[in-house]
């Protein structure tokens, strides 16, 4: 099978929204009259990014939702995308799979394919996404204010359990791994959260690195520090009252490390006015995603844990290094 | 040196057009109104798209000519670009001097970075350009008809014959090696050519494949097919008169083949209706690139080569199938 036959059989779909999509040196598109057009590039290999015990379903789904995940903390609607794509060899039984994981996100989101390009090489997907945003809408990591609420959606963690597991430092009840394991292999893009957070959330940020690198962020580019409850983040983790009915439960160390430093979660950190707590849940339930204040952000530069009651937490955030 | 640090020191320039550039979830780019916006990926692999051998300038201006050149094909101007690179390690030796060729050429073209990704892995670059070309304005490759004279910028072949050099299959005189491996290793895309043949050309593709390969997307999608006056196109290999006075001189069949089926030219090869011979010359002077008219476009389906008498060549394509 060769390049073009490839891009034809899995690849070439009528573009429906675009001027112009796969089939020529460029994509048409025409974001609406006062639309921004928001754009972000991620490239993903094995090893770093999925394992090659992933399924391709899977992995294709998974290549474009960290993809989607960086237009949901703008705030923007997609629109289409490109992929990039390095292959050892055009196999059908990966290709097939890859491409049905792929399409059934971007149908799901209206977010169409237009171009890109395939070649032999180590296995890379490149894919880079579209989405458009009211002009001067968009979220961006720099409004934090001192006083906002600092807010994280969903879930953290839980894909750093699955992993720790593939990795063999740690064994789960079944039904928690495999629960684990789909967060991990197939994040769910807070798409819906983004737009609606838009003129209500002052910063946000997709956390895919883990809670504390990516809300250091915000902080630097907003020139401010937060205090984070770690009670409150504790309860991120899903699998934590899973894992106390299945008798098991986490060290409190690990439990931790997993939702502040965990990796691979796409949920979104944002941070709101006080006075904005309803908005923010109003957000939420429009978008049917739950969210959790777990901490304040402050004028004093730097990131501060306190436990239940407010006491510091001594601990350097160099701790959650053996993550790194 | 961390992926931040690396990003910071190399990658992370101001966007002077673009509303947000490099360092926040995706940069924001607004079309001027009336605009729409050419989009293209191309991924580069060592091996595939350039030799090990490579000196970093050229090949961070190579990266970014190969997009540019998709944008030169549909009369787009260069607005921004992504980068996403995979690299075996952060080594300064390469990162500096890559950057230097990648942000010359940007500079030149007036095209900004404006976000990306970086990751550890087998040396992958993949860049995703933007450029912006008035609605309905752009060159396609579906525009040609019957009558349509075949035209190609600057010249072809070069960049093959420097690649069999590499690949001990051809020895040439060291100027004139020098010059195609020039010619390999830092295209020029025609940028302004592509954007003075908007409203003068019917048709356009780069050719980056080899002329019989990608001006066969342009018969395929136009639904034609043409004549090849091979006399007129062998004048296209720039290296021809160096190596005759030279003394040197190539064999027909190689030259040729060079010509028609050689690749990583980055010219374009366009089609006009007869009667804009003049609108394309005068394109051509506005551009500074020369332009020659090697067939015509017919009713008839398929690709033919005729020599100097118009006399049928009877040589079936695949004779260059040994260059692939």
Known sequence: ????????????????????????????????????????????????HFLATVDPVRLGHKALAVNLSDLAACGAQPLAFT?????????????????????????????????????????????????????????????????????????????????????????????VFQSARLRMEQP??????????????????????????????ILRQSGVGATIDATAAMDLLAAGPALQQSGGGLDQELHLGCVLAGGDDYELAFTAPAARRDAVQAAAAQAATPVTRIGRIEAEPGLRLVDGRGRPIERRYGSFDHFA
């Open 83 to 175: 992929l990039a794509l390095a292959l050892p060899q055009a196999d059908e039984r990966w290709l097939e799979p890859f491409s049905r994981g792929l399409f059934a996100l971007a149908d799901a989101q209206g977010c169409e394919l237009v171009g890109g390009d395939t070649t032999r090489g180590p296995l890379n997907i490149c894919i880079t996404v579209f989405g458009e945003v009211p002009a001067g809408q968009a979220l961006l990591r720099s409004g934090a204010r001192a006083g906002d609420d600092l807010w994280v959606s969903g879930t953290l963690g839980d894909a750093r359990l699955a992993l720790e597991v593939f990795r063999g430092t740690l064994s789960l009840p079944e039904p």
């Open 188 to 217: 769910v893009p807070r798409v819906a959260l983004g737009q609606a957070l838009r003129g209500v959330a002052s910063a946000a940020i997709d956390v895919s690195d883990g809670l504390l690198g990516d809300l250091g962020h």
């Open 1 to 48: 099978m060769g390049e073009f036959q490839l891009i034809d059989r899995y690849f070439k779909r009528r573009a429906l929204r675009s001027p112009l999509g796969v089939g020529d040196d460029c994509a048409l598109l025409a974001p609406a009259p006062g639309m921004q057009l928001a754009v972000s590039s991620d490239m993903l290999l094995e090893g770093h």
